[in-house]
């Protein structure tokens, strides 16, 4: 595994950011938080206090700032897809250079948005399966037992990218084909963030109280996978949600709970852009996501 210690942005220090960014001090990289100006306040003062089924408790210290002002080596995007393009504006294109950017948000269109602004050669796909929540600025609750990172693409360094990763103690893998990566991320993402968003419910309670609703969507989010040429199993999607914590929330509910926006034109608006480009009927998803915004709008009127 690679020894050789990164300057590391990490662009949305919540949940997932605030985690990796932690993982990557504590194995001895230097790490430059970027976010608005209160939480940058809290991690210079306090750092980033970890709780964690995986790693423990910890706190490590990092460097925080609203724009990244000097060039870095890597620059992980982990910012919620409703926040992105503010967010971006944190980030100037001539503070990457070299340093490659690795995006793990929701959904497959943000790549298009992040290769306009930094180029093509150095941004790479990546997606993340872990469950981990920002409690308060520089709190991260990690309450997965795994954290788990796909990268994809023909990039050389991304086999050195893996290793740090590694080192830091996520797992990490890589493979070349990043459609592939995303649509396999979305696919068993969206019915687990829908339903459980929904009707509010853990995965245990849509599992037994809404298991057509569940097995429906699967099959639909399964069959625009595949016409974008990505088969998928419905099945093995299924058996992965039975095995699931009954109490497991998705991050959508959790922003649900906690009065944030949601990320349903990322994960729900995606997927039927993507169903209509292939003419795939998605009738559940499509009434599920009609529903969930007509929601999301009455709660902002009120």
């Known amino acids: ?29 230097r790490v430059i938080c970027v976010a608005g100006e209160s939480t940058a306040q809290a991690l210079h003062h306090n750092g ?6 995986q790693f423990g408790d910890f706190t490590a210290r990092v460097e925080a700032d609203t724009r990244l002002r000097e060039p870095v080596d890597l620059c992980l995007v982990t910012v919620k897809h409703t926040m992105l393009d ?11 250079r ?6 793990l948000l929701n959904g497959i269109e943000h790549l298009d ?12 796909a990546g997606v993340i399966r872990v469950e981990a929540t920002r409690t308060a600025p520089g709190t991260i609750e990690h309450g997965s037992p795994f954290t788990e990172i796909d990268l994809a693409g023909t990039d050389k360094r991304l086999d050195t990218l893996a290793d740090l990763l590694q080192a830091a103690g996520a797992t990490a893998r890589v493979a070349e084909d990043e459609t592939a990566a995303l649509w396999a991320k979305l696919a068993f993402l969206a019915p687990f963030a829908l339903l459980t968003t929904r009707y509010g419910l853990t995965i245990g309670g849509v599992r037994t109280e809404r298991r ?12 625009v996978s595949a016409a974008c040429g990505v088969p998928a199993a419905p099945a093995k999607t299924l058996a992965l949600y039975d095995a699931f914590p009954a109490g497991t929330k998705s991050s959508m509910q959790r922003d649900a709970e906690a009065g944030r926006p949601l990320e349903l034109d990322a994960i729900g608006g995606a997927l039927l852009r993507a169903a209509d480009r292939h003419n795939v ?5 499509t009434r599920l996501l009609t529903e969930l915004t007509a929601t999301t709008q009455c709660d902002r009127d009120s």
């Open 1 to 29: 595994m690679t020894t050789t210690k990164q300057t590391v942005a990490v662009l949305g220090p919540g949940g997932v950011g605030g985690l990796l960014a932690a993982l990557l001090s504590r194995a001895g990289h």
């Open 48 to 53: 980033l206090r970890v709780h964690s089924a």
């Open 86 to 96: 503010a967010a971006l504006e944190r980030i100037p294109p001539a503070m990457l």
């Open 98 to 103: 070299d340093a490659l950017v690795v995006p």
């Open 113 to 124: 948005v992040l290769r306009r602004r930094y180029g093509a050669e150095r941004v790479v």
């Open 212 to 223: 057509a609703e569940l097995v429906a969507l699967v099959e639909e989010a399964a069959a």
């Open 281 to 285: 009927a998605t009738p559940t998803i």
